[in-house]
Each structure stands twice: as C-alpha cells, then as structure tokens.
T-cell receptor, first 112, second 116 residues
Framework: SQKIEQNSEALNIQEGKTATLTCNYT??????LQWYRQDPGRGPVFLLL?????KEKRKERLKVTFDTTLKQSLFHITASQPADSATYLC???????????FGKGTTLSVSS | DTAVSQTPKYLVTQMGNDKSIKCEQN?????MYWYKQDSKKFLKIMFS???????INETVPNRFSPKSPDKAHLNLHINSLELGDSAVYFC???????????????FGPGTRLLVL
C-alpha cells in the first residue's frame, strides 16, 4: 500500500530564514503531489500542486520540488514570517485514483 | 460566503447516542468527501461522493452512514457513538473526482466531536 511520510513533526526556525519541509512516499509513482496548510482549529487550505513531469513550482515565497527518482517532495518557504507558523500537509493521490492520502504534517513555528 | 460549511462546529454527546453532521458547499463542485482527523492530527479519507453517488467507502464501521440528498450536500450520520469516534470530522469538496490532472480539495472548518 502507498505510504507518505513527513519526516519532521515539528520545525522551529527564526524569522527571515528559509523553512524546508520534506515529504517522502513509497510504493508507487503518483501523477501529482499537493501541499496544504492547516491552522489550529481550521480545515486544510490548498497551497500548491506539482505534477510528476514538473521539477519545481513557485508561488510567491513558496517553492515546491518533486523528485520522482528519490520519491520525495521538498516544500520551501523563503523569508519566513511568524504568520507562516502552521501545520503543512503533503498529499498524493492513491494508486486506485480514488482518494488523497495525507501525510501526518509538519508543524512549523517561526519565531521573531 | 463560506465555500464549504459544516454544522455543528462542536458536538459533545454520550456513548451510544446517534448524531448527524451536515455539510454544504456552494462552489458548484461535483465531488464531496468526509475525512476524520484523530488526536494525532492524522487526516484520513472516510467517504467520497461524486454527483450523489458513493465512490469511496474506506474501512469505516457501518455505524457511519453518509447521505447525499443533492450534489451540494453531504451529511454524515453516526449510530451508537463510541469513545473512539471522538475526533475532528472534515467535509471537503472538489470540482470533479480525482483525476490524473489533480483536483484541489476545499475543506470545511471541521466538526469537533467528543464522545463521553
């Protein structure tokens, strides 16, 4: 069965630094991978989608990479701000194409 | 103009009771989902409906029964509630069912269920 792992449960960084979050998956090659942000007490909010034929995607201070050889996606937030503090979830479509499988998330804390 | 709304936001109830959670989306999406997020924050798909038709029924006890009266609504009824049902339940919708091109999911605010 497909597995998706986000290696760090928590990541603490200083304001202005770049945060890098990791998402690894096993057992098959998804057509795309998505990243969501979840704030406490709220539902996840979609941030970025990257397809298997794309190496990199950017949106403002966010950058996502997708390495299908390593079976890994990296999510970067440059010039991080305290407002970026949240839990970030990666998700990919299961092999049957019927559902998104979510990682357990990495909680990012940006201190000023 | 809430895109995906759920009621109630909080639900505290006794073991053995039956309860329902309602979900509505005003995005014109064809597909709706129920997810469960447990105390460890793990978000897991429970059900998926596409145009009122059940697509996914993951390994969920049959005490949980989704109902979709129309494609804008997906309700979740839970019978004989157990302590282990305590979690946050999220409704979500997407324009169409999952495809190789990728479908963004829009989540509701969640319903926090506590079974005592």
């Amino acid at each position: 069965s497909q597995k998706i792992e986000q290696n760090s449960e928590a990541l603490n960084i200083q304001e202005g630094k770049t945060a890098t979050l990791t998402c690894n998956y096993t057992n098959y090659s998804p057509a795309y991978l998505q990243w969501y942000r979840q704030d406490p007490g709220r539902g996840p909010v979609f941030l970025l989608l990257i397809r298997e034929n794309e190496k990199e995607k950017r949106k403002e201070r966010l950058k996502v990479t997708f390495d299908t050889t390593l079976k890994q996606s990296l999510f970067h937030i440059t010039a991080s701000q305290p407002a970026d503090s949240a839990t970030y979830l990666c998700a990919l479509r299961n092999q049957a194409g019927t559902a998104l499988i979510f990682g357990k998330g990495t909680t990012l804390s940006v201190s000023s | 103009d809430t895109a995906v709304s759920q009621t109630p936001k909080y639900l505290v109830t006794q073991m053995g009771n039956d309860k329902s959670i309602k979900c509505e989306q005003n995005l014109g999406h064809d597909t709706m989902y129920w997810y469960k997020q447990d105390s460890k924050k793990f978000l897991k798909i429970m059900f998926s409906y596409n145009n009122k038709e059940l697509i996914i029924n993951e390994t969920v006890p049959n005490r949980f029964s989704p109902k979709s009266p129309d494609k804008a609504h997906l309700n979740l009824h839970i019978n004989s509630l157990e302590l282990g049902d305590s979690a946050v339940y999220f409704c979500a919708s997407s324009l169409a069912h999952l495809s190789t091109s990728g479908e963004t999911q829009y989540f509701g605010p969640g319903t926090r269920l506590l079974v005592l």
